[in-house]
């Protein structure tokens, strides 16, 4: 992959240089700008056009999931990678976040290799969660799929993708919707790891989400739980 290009936002000028400096010490990885607020943060994506945003939700002028929305909303910001870098980490706040339009949920206590790879997976088009945001959002999906009415059943659509799953896929599809890793699915159903991955993948791709909080969102709603 080509450099990736980081917009850092934080009101606090140490926490955005020490971020700096972390990002900055891997290769592949440019920072090309600063932000103290929110409000700012959306000029300086229009000006400079960033892969990715590394964003905070409490800031003054514009909060984080105010100035998402805004980048959400505008044809000029709407496709760059967000990844939410925050000390809060309460169910409201990845919740909002991510409804916002947030890629990615990330504390700040991740290590530098996690911060990385989170910056690189939500440059290549994909989501990054940690422990804590998967648990909520999973957690969130499963109870609101028990709570839906007749009227949010699955459309004829979404059972058509889920009929298109093989067995396998199935079976690891449910696990996925359960919170599960890769690494705990591969334990309980006796394959790989690798081989997991291969059928998160597929399922993804049937299902025609982009990633593994998707993935959870279509499969609870055409069906696929741990009681099929």
Same mark, same amino acid.
């Given at each position: 992959?080509?450099?990736?290009?980081?917009?850092?936002?934080?009101? /606090?000028?140490?926490?955005?240089?020490?971020?700096?400096?972390?990002?900055?010490?891997?290769?592949?990885?440019?920072?090309?700008?600063?932000?103290?607020?929110? @409000?700012?943060?959306?000029?300086?994506?229009?000006?400079?056009?960033?892969?990715?945003?590394?964003?905070?939700?409490?800031?003054?002028?514009?909060?984080?999931?105010?100035?998402?929305?805004?980048?959400?909303?505008?044809?000029?910001?709407?496709?760059?990678?967000?990844?939410?870098?925050?000390?809060?980490?309460?169910? /409201?706040?990845?919740?909002?976040?991510?409804?916002?339009?947030?890629?990615?949920?990330?504390?700040?206590?991740?290590? @530098?290799?996690?911060?990385? /790879?989170?910056?690189?997976?939500?440059?290549?088009?994909?989501?990054?969660?940690?422990?804590?945001?998967?648990?909520?959002?999973?957690?969130?999906?499963?109870?609101?799929?028990?709570?839906?009415?007749?009227?949010?059943?699955?459309?004829?659509?979404?059972?058509?993708?889920?009929?298109?799953?093989?067995?396998?896929?199935?079976?690891?599809?449910?696990?996925?919707?359960?919170?599960?890793?890769?690494?705990?699915?591969?334990?309980?159903?006796?394959?790989?790891?690798?081989?997991?991955?291969? @059928?998160?993948?597929?399922?993804?791709?049937?299902?025609?989400?982009?990633?593994?909080?998707?993935?959870?969102?279509?499969?609870?709603?055409?069906?696929?739980?741990?009681?099929?």
């Amino acid at each position: 992959m080509s450099v990736v290009r980081v917009l850092v936002v934080d009101d /606090q000028v140490m926490i955005r240089s020490g971020i700096r400096a972390l990002l900055e010490t891997g290769s592949g990885v440019e920072v090309v700008g600063e932000a103290a607020d929110g @409000h700012r943060a959306v000029d300086m994506a229009r000006a400079l056009a960033p892969d990715v945003i590394l964003m905070d939700l409490r800031m003054p002028v514009l909060d984080g999931v105010g100035a998402i929305g805004r980048l959400r909303a505008d044809a000029a910001t709407a496709d760059i990678g967000i990844l939410v870098l925050t000390t809060f980490d309460t169910d /409201q706040d990845i919740l909002a976040a991510l409804r916002a339009g947030a890629n990615g949920f990330l504390g700040k206590s991740a290590d @530098h290799e996690e911060l990385l /790879q989170a910056v690189e997976r939500v440059a290549a088009g994909g989501s990054s969660l940690s422990a804590v945001a998967t648990d909520t959002v999973v957690g969130h999906l499963t109870r609101t799929a028990h709570r839906e009415r007749p009227r949010d059943a699955a459309s004829p659509e979404d059972l058509r993708k889920a009929g298109s799953l093989t067995s396998r896929e199935r079976e690891v599809t449910v696990l996925v919707t359960r919170g599960l890793t890769n690494d705990a699915i591969a334990e309980r159903l006796f394959i790989s790891p690798l081989t997991v991955k291969t @059928h998160v993948n597929r399922a993804m791709s049937k299902m025609h989400v982009r990633d593994r909080a998707q993935l959870v969102v279509a499969a609870l709603r055409a069906g696929l739980r741990d009681d099929d």
